[in-house]
């Protein structure tokens, strides 16, 4: 009986758990004057999602997305890849002091320092530019954390071989260390893209200019913009997600390993 | 130069991006706000020096007080049930059955799409009236209720939103706990005639405390200063109505952006990194750091 019974629950569960999503794409497929109707759309359409391709900058919106993301996300696996072999790997005094520092910064969230951090990004000119979306972005500890934790791992054997060829610190790196860390780095690689690609209080905070709309102010623009147009707000709230989604689906396993790995070992 | 000085150059050269972005972009903004915090700035970037000022105001400022009403109240509902439902969640996907994959997936979905995204989609769903949540509970008499239009309402109503986001994420942890618990225990226990309750309570939650602790620390964290805090009721509700929903975090924006006191933000900002510390240090305090004993 009970061993029935779970698994339904979990899939019913289930269900309703993804229905606001799936409601939400059917709704954005629905004709204006149908957006409120329950159930199946009368007929479907894609005017919606093509109002808003077109007449919206949200091709725009989803460059500049794709800009900061795929940028913070290359050069922070890059940097956070390299302090993570340092730490775990070298000795040299300091060690213990500068771990636990970068470690400190994990409990200050982007909300806590916003202001001050505003403060610091102005006086470096990064207000209103690409710059100012990117390099603030891409230092967090998490990465290092998680990183130091999977070349603690690595058999030292594999780097001593590369030592032994007379190899530097750069080449046991590069062309040791970092290959061996390819999935930890997939994995990653997947929740820096997500993260900021969902990303909206900074660049909310730090461009004003148009032109560098990120694809969530776009879509929150919306609200303000076409406050009771839903069927186009939700039409721009369905392609903000798709790329997650995508990434989601695609990098699932990978994820879930990251997320799995967060603090815990 | 000798091998030991090579090494550490080296180390220090793979250190110094990160460490240097951190410094910038973390270390010195947290400080800074210490600083700023007795200083009026003006519009124009303008400082001058109030000393105890900003602080002073405090007291006398009602929507602050109100806001950190907001946040303490979010705190207490959302993290004991966000608690609740992912720790439930975890022992119904637990052990395979058929579809697991797909259901596990479905649990963490909501998680993946962005707070902005969240925050329109149940905008959207609680439309007064004509939303589809009013339609659902129409026929019990509660089609009129507005969830967000309430001011009584609109916190429990971002709560469970907020429960919905980040219960998959929670999930996660917990099962990755309970695959540190083992099956012998388990299965020992229920030779000595265990039932279910008592494997749960005399087995399996007591080496879950580790996961258990870094999942309330986790959660409360993000409640106080977390996205969630900020992005969800920015898009859903804008602090409204009757700033109910208007968190700390939200508060502090609105001061630094909206009404340019940057000097009265910073000090806010400060005081609400002490509430953290407080909370942090309690609950390593009350939980002995969540240590697996008892003693």
């Not at chain 1, 409120?36 to 894609?46: A, C, I, R």
């Not at chain 1, 209103?128 to 979306?133: E, H, I, K, M």
């Not at chain 1, 076409?226 to 939700?234: E, G, P, Q, V």
């Not at chain 2, 969630?228 to 975090?249: E, M, N, Y």
Request: charged share 10%; hydrophobic share 55%.
């Amino acid at each position: 009986m009970r061993i029935r019974f779970f698994p339904i629950l979990a899939h019913v569960l289930a269900i309703i758990a993804v229905a606001p999503l799936l409601w939400i794409l059917i709704s954005a497929l629905k004709p204006a004057e149908d957006v409120f109707n329950f159930g199946w759309p009368s007929t479907w359409t894609l005017d919606n999602l093509q109002y808003v391709l077109l007449k919206i900058p949200m091709p725009r919106f989803m460059l500049n997305s794709a800009i900061v993301s795929v940028t913070v996300t290359v050069v922070a696996l890059f940097f956070h890849s390299m302090a993570a072999y340092a730490l775990a790997r070298l000795r040299f005094p300091g060690r213990g002091i500068i771990f636990s520092g970068i470690m400190s910064t994990l409990l200050v969230s982007l909300p806590v320092i916003l202001v001050p951090l505003f403060l610091v990004a102005k006086q470096l000119g990064l207000l209103d530019s690409y710059a100012g979306l990117i390099v603030p972005s891409i230092f967090h500890a998490f990465g290092i954390f998680l990183l130091r934790q999977y070349y603690l791992n690595i058999p030292r054997e594999l780097e001593e071989a590369a030592d032994l060829d007379g190899c530097g610190y750069w080449r046991r790196y590069w062309s040791v260390i970092l290959p061996l860390s390819r999935p930890v780095l997939a994995s990653l690689s997947v929740l820096f893209f997500l993260a900021n690609w969902n990303a909206f209080l900074w660049p909310l905070t730090i461009t004003r200019n148009p032109d560098l709309r990120v694809i969530q102010l776009g879509v929150s623009g919306m609200q303000g913009q076409y406050a009771s147009a839903w069927n186009l707000i939700l039409a721009a709230a369905v392609i903000a997600a798709i790329p997650t989604v995508v990434v989601f689906v695609a990098g699932q396993r990978r994820l879930v390993d990251a997320m799995k790995t967060t603090g815990l070992k | 130069m000798t091998r030991k000085r090579r090494e550490a150059l080296a180390a220090y050269a793979f250190l110094a991006p990160d460490t240097i972005g951190l410094l910038i972009f973390v270390a010195i903004p947290m400080v800074l706000a210490f600083g700023v915090a007795f200083f009026k700035v003006d519009g124009f970037g303008n400082y001058q020096y109030v000393g105890l000022a900003n602080y002073k105001l405090m007291a006398g400022d009602d929507q602050l007080w109100a806001s950190l009403k907001v946040t303490a109240i979010y705190v207490v509902t959302f993290v004991p049930i966000a608690f609740v439902v992912s720790f439930a969640l975890a022992m119904l996907v637990r052990n395979h059955f058929k579809g697991i994959g797909w259901v596990r997936s479905a649990f963490f979905l909501p998680n993946v799409v962005s707070l902005v995204v969240v925050g329109l989609i149940w905008q959207f769903l609680l439309v007064d009236k004509r939303g589809a949540l009013s339609k659902i509970l129409a026929p019990f008499g509660l089609g009129d209720v507005s969830f967000l239009g309430t001011p009584s309402l609109a916190l429990g109503t971002y709560v469970v939103i907020s429960v919905w986001f980040l219960m998959g994420y929670q999930m996660l942890v917990f099962l990755a706990g309970l695959k540190d618990v083992p099956k012998e225990l388990e299965d020992a226990a229920q030779i000595d005639g265990a039932g279910s309750w008592q494997r749960f309570r005399y087995v399996i939650w007591p080496l879950l405390r580790p996961t258990s602790f870094f999942v309330v620390v986790n959660s409360t964290i993000g409640a106080v200063t977390g996205l969630q805090a900020f992005d969800l009721v920015f898009v859903l509700t804008k602090g409204g109505p009757a700033r109910a929903t208007s968190t700390v975090v939200l508060y502090i924006y609105e001061q630094a952006f909206t009404f340019n006191n940057m000097g009265y933000a910073a000090a806010l900002t400060t005081v609400v990194v002490a509430i953290l510390v407080v909370c942090t240090g309690l609950m390593f305090g009350v939980t002995r750091g969540g240590r697996f004993d008892e003693d």
